[in-house]
C-alpha cells in the first residue's frame, strides 16, 4: 500500500477558526506609498487603491503617481473580495529613494533617479523615517501588528556598499554617499509573526504608515530628510517610496 504525499489542508486559528488552504498560493500582497521630504500626515494607509488608481502619498505632494504593476498586485482596495483569503506570516518593507524636480517638487511624475546611487536609499534617511514612524497593520478596526518601520525588515535586495568620496558631480571632495536598506539582504533577518494574522473574505484591512508626532528640534514640524552630499541640511527634493509586502499563504479570487 502507498501513502500519499503529506499535505497542510486546514490550519486552526486562535479563535478556533479553521481555514482550509487548499488551492491556496505562496503570492505576496504589495502596495507603495510615496513619501517627500517635509511631509506632515500623521497617517497614510496602503493596500488602498488599484492599478491605474493614484498611488498612496503624503499630503505635500500635489500631483500623485498613476499605479502600475510595479506599485500594488491587489485586486480590492481596502478589502477582500468575498472569495479572497490571506494567512499573514511577516510584513516586509522594500525602501527606493527618488528626486523630485526643483521648481515642482510636489509633482511625482517628474521625479527621477538623479541622485548617486539611486533608488537605494541613504542610511541616514531611512534613520530618521524609522525614528518617526511606526507602521500599522489594522484588520476590521482591530490592530493586530505595530512596530517601528525598522521592525519590518525587507530581507533580501542589493548589498548597499559606499560611494567614493567626490564621485557625485559639484559635491564637496571629502563627501562620500552611504547607501543602505531596511535591515540586511538575508532571510535571517526577518522576523515572523508567532501565529499568522488571517484576513478574510470581505474583511476590510488596511496597513498604515503612522507619525504619532511630527515635531523634532530645530526642524520643526513635518518629518524632513537629507540632502547628505552638501551640507546635510533639511531636502526639499528628496523622496522616499515604500512598498509593503504581505507575505504568507493567499487565496485568489475565483474571477
Do not use: C
Not at 548597499?160 to 571632495?173: F, K, R, V
Amino acid at each position: 500500500m502507498s501513502i500519499g504525499q503529506s499535505q497542510i489542508t486546514q490550519i486552526r486559528l486562535p479563535s478556533g477558526k479553521l481555514v482550509s488552504i487548499v488551492d491556496w498560493t505562496d503570492r505576496p500582497l504589495f502596495s507603495t506609498i510615496d513619501l517627500l521630504s517635509g511631509f506632515t500626515d500623521n497617517e497614510i494607509d496602503a493596500f488602498t487603491y488599484i492599478v491605474s488608481d493614484q498611488v498612496a502619498s503624503s499630503e505635500n505632494i500635489t500631483t500623485r503617481r498613476v499605479a502600475t504593476e510595479r506599485d500594488t498586485n491587489i485586486s480590492t482596495p481596502g478589502g477582500m473580495a468575498s472569495t479572497e483569503e490571506i494567512l499573514i506570516y511577516n510584513i516586509k518593507v522594500e525602501p527606493f529613494a527618488f528626486k523630485a524636480n526643483n521648481s515642482t517638487p510636489g509633482d511625482s511624475s517628474l521625479w527621477t533617479m538623479g541622485s548617486l546611487g539611486a533608488p537605494i536609499p541613504e542610511p541616514q534617511n531611512l534613520a530618521i523615517l524609522s525614528w518617526f514612524s511606526l507602521l500599522r497593520l489594522e484588520i476590521s478596526q482591530k490592530i493586530y501588528a505595530e512596530a517601528g518601520l525598522a521592525y519590518f525588515s525587507t530581507g533580501f535586495g542589493q548589498y548597499t556598499p559606499s560611494i567614493a568620496a567626490g564621485a557625485q558631480a559639484n559635491a564637496p571632495a571629502t563627501a562620500g554617499r552611504a547607501l543602505s536598506g531596511l535591515g540586511f539582504p538575508s532571510a535571517e533577518a526577518v522576523r515572523s509573526f508567532v501565529i499568522p494574522h488571517h484576513i478574510g473574505g470581505q474583511e476590510k484591512y488596511r496597513v498604515t504608515l503612522t507619525v504619532p508626532d511630527g515635531t523634532f528640534g530645530a526642524d520643526g514640524n513635518g518629518v524632513h530628510f537629507r540632502d547628505f552630499t552638501t551640507t546635510a541640511a533639511a531636502s526639499t527634493t528628496s523622496v522616499l517610496s515604500l512598498r509593503i509586502l504581505l507575505e504568507g499563504l493567499y487565496k485568489r479570487p475565483v474571477s
